[in-house]
Nanobody, 123 residues
Framework: QVQLVESGGGLGQAGDSLSLSCAAS????????MAWFRQAPGKEREFVAA????????HYAESVKGRFTISRDNAKKMVYLQMDNLKPEDTAVYSC????????????????WGRGTQVTVSS
């Protein structure tokens, strides 16, 4: 089982940058995949970005492509989400997630989740 704890986030204005961190503990595999999801009030949880634990390509939702960057530090067991040029519609609770093997857009495919961290962007 993988345990995930998010940090970072907070308040920002449109155009600002914020960064999120996700600390992972437990057993991670070379085939692990880490992802960020977000959920705004009254909306379903949506995929933001994913990165494999070793090698491979990153994947982004169209709504954040070119503005958000996902990265990892294997030695520290950390995953990051750098969010630039923030928009009010980025306001949501952001959660880190883990699954084995290939990435997925579907939240139900991920077996481990952090509790989430709030990001609020004002116009």
């Amino acid at each position: 089982q993988v345990q995930l704890v998010e940090s970072g986030g907070g308040l920002g204005q449109a155009g600002d940058s914020l960064s999120l961190s996700c600390a992972a503990s437990g057993r991670l595999y070379s085939t692990s995949c880490m992802a960020w999801f977000r959920q705004a009030p009254g909306k379903e949880r949506e995929f933001v970005a994913a990165i494999p634990w070793t090698g491979g390509d990153t994947h982004y939702a169209e709504s954040v492509k070119g503005r958000f960057t996902i990265s990892r530090d294997n030695a520290k067991k950390m995953v990051y989400l750098q969010m630039d040029n923030l928009k009010p519609e980025d306001t949501a609770v952001y959660s880190c997630a883990h699954k084995i093997y290939s990435w997925s857009l579907r939240a139900n495919d991920y077996g481990s989740w952090g509790r989430g961290t709030q990001v609020t962007v004002s116009s």
